[in-house]
């Protein structure tokens, strides 16, 4: 049976055509039509013991959905997979399906792996444009009161799940429209917005309030939080302090981090000028330093804005890059240009400030660091120069310190991250949880959704047995 379940070849899914979407935002993948999503789905074969859903941070029952899919009955399929997934159609689009799910398929050990992402994609897709997404029953309510600081994943699933055990659910947001890395982070064409919203929208509807422009930790503590009647707190702030290079010539105009470019482009909507009058420079020649999934969009956001030239530099060899293949492969095909193996080592500008030039160093590969990578080595006089006129360091981002530094209460490591036990979210505040990337650094998506599930399991205890 398996023989023959591998027989069918692993449907690939549409694409907006590489020389039209390089300037456009529109979403670049168009979904599984129904019959497609079925023989997809056809594929799966049923393992007794699945590793698929052992590879989800979420727990998803994988082999249950796809099963569902694969006979056609949707409205199962799609209850079936938000048993333990409350933003299905955002993970179907940005999850790593490659190394979690779809990397322990039995399919993938000789062949293709059962496309499971795509199917996570088509079948909440189905629910929201067929009109059929349906509300939970909710027990009684718990007469409990929950405070959840910052609205990216992993503060979504807390909200999600404890609304769902009947407690009164507040998602605190900084900016103007909640959402966090999901809204700012990520451009329209891997996650179009009104997306997004849709899985916002079906949590306020089950009962999730939500503040915007609240900024915790400055404008109201912790503390506060508890003096104002909330008995539990998460906080799922995010790790949007961006690092630099610390090379010369940074603070030229001409030169963001990823994180103020995307935000610019993505929260702002600085590319729908002149109907948003944002503020973003434009650049002809671009550089983008790093090679991680916020590189990749970062650059074929600069392409979209009008670039002439687009460059991902960075120091090792396209081996180590850290972005999903998938992402490298699609930014390649919008003519976004690899320079590996170079770091740059300063910036230069005109007399009005504005940068002109990149200065680079070419480096080779030496013994493995601690990261179990090849160390980039310089190599000693190989310098160039490259005309640019924008450049967008994409080099990683730290813990947020804004509420962490107003809370001594809670206990951080060397690095800034919130100490947490990993099983629960339990901090050294009691009646504070936090998880994502303010505890584990950047991480994915479902990643730090599990988190948020398994804190949202223990806030539960403490609501209702106690701490």
């Known amino acids: 049976m398996a023989e023959e379940k591998a027989k069918v070849p692993r449907q690939k899914m549409p694409e907006q055509d590489p020389a039209v979407r390089r300037r456009n935002f529109k979403e670049v ?53 938000k048993e333990q997934n409350a933003l299905p159609a955002v993970c179907g689009r940005v999850c790593p399906q490659e190394s979690q799910c779809e990397g322990n398929c039995i399919l993938g050990k000789k ?166 009058d944002t503020p973003l420079v434009r650049g002809k020649n671009v550089i983008v330093v790093g090679a991680g999934n916020v590189a990749m969009d970062s650059a074929r956001t600069a392409m979209r804005m009008g670039a002439d030239t687009v460059k991902i530099v960075y120091r090792r060899s396209r081996e180590e890059m850290p972005a999903r293949a998938e992402e490298i492969h699609h930014a390649e095909e919008e003519g976004i240009e690899l320079f590996l193996l170079t770091n740059p080592v300063r910036f230069l500008g005109d007399a009005d400030g504005r940068l002109t030039t990149v200065e680079c160093q070419k480096m080779e590969l030496g013994e493995a660091d601690a990261s179990g990578r090849r160390r980039p080595v310089p190599i000693e006089g190989a310098f160039f120069t490259m005309p640019t006129d924008l450049a967008v360091i994409s080099v990683g981002a730290g813990a947020n310190p804004l509420l962490t530094g107003s809370t001594p209460a809670l206990s951080l490591n060397k690095r800034g991250y919130i100490v947490a036990q990993p099983e629960t979210g339990k901090t050294t505040m009691k009646g504070v949880w936090a998880g994502g990337d303010i505890v584990t650094g950047m991480a994915t998506v479902i990643q730090a959704m599990g988190a948020g599930k398994q804190a949202a399991a223990s806030m539960h205890d403490y609501l209702t047995i106690g701490w």
């Not at 067929?130 to 939970?136: H, I, N, R, S, V």
């Open 111 to 276: 062949g293709e792996p059962v496309a499971i992402g795509r199917l996570e994609r088509f079948i909440a897709d189905w629910e929201r444009t067929e009109g059929k997404m349906k509300l939970a029953t909710l027990p009684a309510p718990s007469g409990k009161k929950v405070a959840v600081v910052g609205s990216g994943p992993s503060g979504l699933t807390v909200a999600g799940d404890l609304c769902l055990k009947g407690h009164d659910v507040t998602v605190f947001e900084a900016f103007h429209k909640p959402g966090g890395v999901l809204l700012y982070g990520i451009p329209e064409f891997r996650l179009p917005k009104d997306i997004l919203f849709s899985e916002i929208n079906g949590l306020e509807r089950l009962g999730v309030k939500f503040e915007v422009n609240a900024v915790v930790g400055k404008v109201v503590s912790l503390e506060e939080l508890f003096e104002e009647g909330f008995d539990a707190i998460y906080v799922a702030v995010g790790a949007g302090l961006p690092y630099f290079l610390g090379v010369p010539g940074e603070n030229l105009i001409g030169v963001y981090s990823a994180n103020e470019y995307l935000t610019r482009s993505n929260l702002m909507k600085a590319y729908l000028f002149p109907e948003y």
């Open 29 to 81: 993948p168009l979904g599984y039509s129904p019959e497609t999503a079925k023989l997809e789905a056809s594929r799966c074969i049923q393992c007794k013991t699945p590793g698929c859903s052992k590879g989800c941070p979420v727990g998803i029952d994988i082999p249950g959905f796809v099963k569902e899919i694969a006979v056609g009955n949707f409205e199962a399929g799609i209850a079936k997979l």
